[in-house]
């Protein structure tokens, strides 16, 4: 038996042993985690850094589940351009956390879910911005800025 028969044989008994013990397979692979947080979380961020596609395509799917909402876009619908559409900003991948550079997300009409041609990817700050106000929203506080930026007394 070669060496890649004898991996694909343990990965056949170990996927065999999980369907028989799923909750004890969950709670061991809870008390690791417990046990691992700091390696965990490093091995987490390493895939994301590597991979902020699969990243921000993961969290929408996890979303769109938890709000009831339709998901059917597939990996290639999300493309990280260099810049900001909105704020002109360079998008920066691969740093700890979310900071306004941060590539996010966005679903366009928020009531589509995440569904071919309704999502676009912004920096953090824009969909911060944007967050749930509808356009109406949107102009009325740009209105009020510009007039009072340019001393204008509002009507």
């Given at each position: 038996m070669t060496q890649v028969e004898r991996r694909a044989a343990a990965a056949a008994a170990s996927r065999r042993y999980y369907h028989r013990n799923p909750e004890r397979c969950k709670a061991a692979r809870r008390l690791w985690y417990a046990k691992n947080r700091k390696v965990a979380n490093e091995i987490g961020l390493r895939s994301h850094h590597k991979d902020p596609v699969r990243?921000?395509?993961?969290?929408?799917?996890?979303?769109?589940?938890?709000?009831?909402?339709?998901?059917?876009?597939?990996?290639?619908?999300?493309?990280?351009?260099?810049?900001?559409?909105?704020?002109?900003?360079?998008?920066?991948?691969?740093?700890?956390?979310?900071?306004?550079?941060?590539?996010?997300?966005?679903?366009?009409?928020?009531?589509?879910?995440?569904?071919p041609g309704n999502v676009i990817v912004v920096s953090w700050r824009a969909n911060r911005i944007k967050c749930d106000a509808t356009l109406v929203e949107l102009r009325v506080v740009a209105d009020f800025y510009s007039h009072l930026i340019n001393g204008k007394a509002r009507p």
């Open positions: 990243k921000l395509f993961n969290l929408a799917r996890d979303r769109a589940k938890k709000r009831g909402l339709a998901f059917s876009i597939t990996h290639d619908d999300v493309v990280i351009p260099a810049r900001c559409p909105v704020l002109g900003i360079v998008l920066a991948k691969g740093r700890r956390g979310f900071h306004d550079a941060s590539p996010t997300l966005d679903r366009i009409e928020n009531a589509r879910g995440y569904v």
